[in-house]
């Protein structure tokens, strides 16, 4: 899925995942984004609805391909997002930081 072309406002049904660590979120991420580290992600499942419409993003693509690979064989639906938060970034889509400070995707 193109960033471009991803939903502008995430809710309880609506979600996106985003798996990077934690240093690279605290740089700067989508708002209303949900964030589990990909290695985290089989012990933090439950805090993902599984009936959403699950969208993943790490920096680049690959990290999130392979969490939704993951999210495939234990049943759940959903999307990688094609060139991650550096697309997201590049497609003119904000980013912010927890602490106001300009954001930037590391």
Do not use: T
């Not at 798996?19 to 439950?46: F, L, N, T, Y």
């Amino acid at each position: 899925m193109p960033a471009a072309e991803l939903p502008s406002e995430w809710s309880e049904s609506v979600i996106l995942l985003d798996v990077r660590e934690d240093e690279e979120w605290q740089h700067g991420h989508a708002a209303g984004a949900i964030h589990i580290p990909m290695a985290e992600i089989p012990s933090r499942i439950g805090e993902v609805e599984p009936d959403a419409e699950l969208f993943v993003v790490c920096r680049s693509g690959a990290r999130s391909l392979r969490v939704v690979e993951y999210l495939a064989r234990i049943g759940y639906e959903a999307s990688n997002v094609d060139g991650g938060m550096v697309a997201w970034n590049a497609a003119g889509r904000p980013i912010v930081r927890d602490d106001g400070a300009e954001a930037r995707i590391l």
